[in-house]
């Protein structure tokens, strides 16, 4: 007899604090949901009788929404069918928010569910609510009626979850690791689920679990899927175990996307990474995916930031509670403009952000669980470099590309356009590794360059056998030929160690290049800027000079020269800043965009975690650097607004103009009481800039103009070209389409 397929309705995870590579607790969901469905986002404040929350609501559900209090208490959840078919409850809903909004721990949290489980009984057949905080994490089976047990995640261990109950052999005696109703074993007896005699130790998954859930494919298949991702075999039923090797959250989110735990009906992906090193109120960060994406790489959110007003159909949370069960349906058409229509009808989705060329669309389906990984992994494009060969006529594209951000198929591609931009031959890719299920070493941080010659360079980080984002070697290739062939790929030595970089000398250094190499140094050499990390992972900026790019030279005969190296590169905390703010991630400054100035100078831009980017003038073609200040509308007036973000500043006559004319993006929000700085990355606007000669900061800003209008994961790796009396920037939309906008002097 074949088991009976149940509708598929979410699936959790939580790993204890030394089961991961950072030493976070991590709970992992995905929401399924089936029928009309629409998710909204709100920042709950605290007040007279509840805590602070962020709250992922979808109206009309009783049981579908998630949340983190101020206290990095989290809270998820899946339904778990029981046998229970006599004793009735009162309460769903309540429970969950009833827990948010009072606990101060994962233990507190428990509790509350289990006294009001056992006072006004549960309404539904059953559940498993997934409760974690920076310590701990406890899995809390509820079952219709007045019976429940939780059971605490060993540190070392990790819990996987589909949709039915995985608590086993209980022991109530042992208050640290188990908590639950007295009777549990008393009324399974008395309903005839549990025989000592025949049963022998009581389990409670096999008493109280409607029997078929335990049966269901598509149970059995998503936990066999995610225990054998992290065990190497299938144990149905072992509540926890041991890891085979530590891991980390982009692995916890990489299988949140694997189907069939992600499907169809997944509506929500979470990653809740709770660190214990900090308070709760900045430790406590949740990555979010909406359908279509990968949660490691998306939108992170904390319980203090402002959440964009497109995200939510109230103002305010606590119309959304009044509301959340009596006005439901027709969602769509009576909210258009909801942020949530365009991930969940990817159809809607490539004509947000307006623009006038098409250079890439990606051909794996948008939808994560849909892809095919022997294919070329497409839906992730960013680090977008576009350059003109005006001898030949070209336009040459580069670009990082892969399943998603860090993903173990990162590739760098290239193509080129014969006609201005408005068709682009297939992409080549050139280095990395192309699909993910032959991943082979990363490649990414593509750096272009075009010799006086003609002749093309490609360089980029490679990845070694160090399996960590960012670090890796310099390697390149060339082409003569406008690209049709190239040179075996070699590497560039690097002649420069700073004591920043790993004490092992045999260990590349982490380095990223961002803004492709402009000539702007010495005698007209190409000069860009470099983020250089230390071992604590902290980004300052040095600049690279390519000295020799004009001569033609093999890959391994580059030459660089470093400035504003080791104990000269840029550090934000020297910044005097605003605001006293301390972001958990540290202060750090990266990702330098260099424009020139009429007067000769250099000006680079830098993000920041200081709620600010930065700026700095060189008056001697890179070599030194002023030290960096607060980005303002002007001298004396505002500071400029932004997250741990790209913020691209370009001469709007071209890159390497000198015009006296800019555009700067930027997002021109920050919240100062969030924990991170790595906050929502909502609306970029668009400043336009002009020199002004004797001032003290050399470029002044004017009002901002809406350039990308969308409320999340405007995240933007651009660049700039001028052709034919046209500027254009050059952008990776959502880092999944890639288009160009001409913009307007």
């Known amino acids: 007899m074949s088991p009976i397929l149940l509708p598929l309705l979410c699936f959790g995870i939580i790993a204890g604090r030394n089961a991961t590579t950072d030493g976070y607790v991590y709970l992992g969901h995905n929401e399924d949901q089936h029928g009309e469905t629409m998710l909204n986002i709100y920042h709950v404040p605290a007040d007279d009788v509840r805590c602070a929350y962020l709250w992922f609501e979808f109206p009309g559900q009783a049981a579908g929404d998630s949340y983190a209090n101020e206290y990095g208490v989290s809270i998820a959840s899946n339904q778990c069918l029981s046998r229970e078919d006599k004793a009735q409850g009162g309460m769903v809903y309540e429970i969950r928010t009833t827990a948010i909004q009072h606990a101060r721990s994962a233990r507190e949290a428990v509790h509350i569910i289990g006294s009001l489980v056992g006072r006004y009984g549960y309404a539904d057949s059953g ?23 939780a059971q605490r995640v060993p540190d070392d261990g990790i819990a996987t979850i589909p949709n039915y109950y995985t608590i086993g052999e209980i022991h109530l005696e042992d208050t640290v690791n188990f908590l639950g109703s007295k009777d549990l074993i008393k009324y399974a007896r008395k309903r005839g689920w549990y025989h000592p005699r025949k049963d022998g130790n009581f ?33 149905a039923e072992t509540f926890s175990r041991k890891p085979a090797q530590k891991f980390h959250r982009r692995h916890l989110s990489q299988l949140l996307t694997e189907p069939p735990i992600r499907n169809d009906a997944t509506a929500l992906t979470t990653v809740f990474t709770m660190n214990p090193s900090f308070p709760p109120e900045k430790g406590t960060v949740v990555w979010v995916g909406f359908p279509g994406q990968d949660a490691a790489s998306q939108s992170q959110w ?14 305010t949370a606590d119309e959304a509670l009044e509301r959340h069960f009596t006005d439901v349906g027709n969602y769509r058409d009576r909210w258009p403009e909801h942020f949530y229509w365009h991930y969940l009808y990817p159809e809607t989705d490539i004509d947000v952000v307006p623009h006038d060329f098409t250079v890439y669309v990606p051909r794996q389906p948008r939808v994560q669980s849909e892809r095919d990984k022997n294919k070329v992994g497409d839906t992730f494009n960013d680090h977008f470099h576009v350059l003109e060969d005006p001898a030949r006529g070209l336009l040459y594209a580069f670009w990082t590309q892969g399943s998603f951000e860090t993903a173990d198929d990162e590739h760098v591609v290239f193509s080129k356009s014969s006609d201005k931009g408005r068709s682009w031959s297939e992409p080549v890719i050139l280095a990395g590794s192309p699909t993910l299920a032959d991943p082979k070493p990363v490649a990414a941080w593509q750096q272009p360059m075009i010799s006086r010659s003609g002749r093309i360079y490609l360089l980029w980080n490679q990845e070694t056998t160090v399996k960590k984002h960012l670090q890796g070697i310099l390697c390149g290739r060339y082409s003569d030929d406008a690209g049709q062939t190239w040179s075996e790929p070699e590497t560039v030595p690097f002649p420069i160690r700073f004591e920043s970089d790993p004490e092992d000398p045999s260990l590349p250094p982490v380095w990223c290049m961002w803004q492709r190499p402009l000539r702007l140094g010495e005698g007209g050499r190409y000069l860009a800027g470099c983020s250089r990390y230390d071992r604590k992972g902290i980004a300052r900026v040095e600049f690279w000079q390519y000295e020799n790019i004009d001569e033609d030279p093999q890959v391994r005969d580059i030459r660089i020269s470093f400035f504003n190296t080791g104990g000269q590169s840029f550090d934000s905390s020297t910044v005097a800043a605003e605001e006293d703010y301390h972001p958990r991630e540290g202060k750090i400054t990266e990702e330098a965009c260099i424009s020139g100035l009429p007067d000769g100078r250099l000006f680079a831009v830098m993000r920041t975690s200081i709620g600010h980017p930065v700026w700095s003038v060189s008056a001697d073609n890179g070599r030194s650097w002023s030290r960096p200040e607060v980005l303002r509308e002007k001298d004396g007036g505002a500071a400029i607004l932004h997250p741990c973000s790209p913020c691209p500043l370009y001469d709007i006559r071209g890159p390497e103009a000198r015009s006296g004319h800019y555009m700067l993006l930027v997002h021109d929000a920050f919240d100062f009481n969030s924990p991170t700085s790595y906050q929502n990355r909502g609306p970029l606007y668009r400043r336009d800039g002009v020199y002004v000669p004797g001032a003290h900061q050399p470029i002044w800003f004017g009002e901002g103009s809406v350039f990308s209008p969308r409320e999340t994961g405007n995240s933007f790796y651009t660049s700039f070209t001028a052709l034919d009396g046209e500027s254009v920037l050059w952008f990776g939309d959502q880092k999944f389409y890639l288009f160009g906008k001409v913009i307007n002097h």
């Open 127 to 149: 559940r498993s609510y997934l409760v974690a905080d920076q310590r701990e994490g406890w899995i809390v089976a509820v079952v219709r009626g007045r019976h429940w047990v």
């Open 203 to 235: 389990n409670f998954r096999r008493a109280y679990a409607d029997p078929k859930t335990l049966a269901d494919s598509h149970n059995r298949d998503r936990h066999a899927l995610a225990q054998e991702y992290f065990f190497g075999d299938f144990q």
């Open 302 to 315: 904390t319980v203090f930031m402002r959440v964009p007003e497109s995200c939510h159909r109230y103002a």
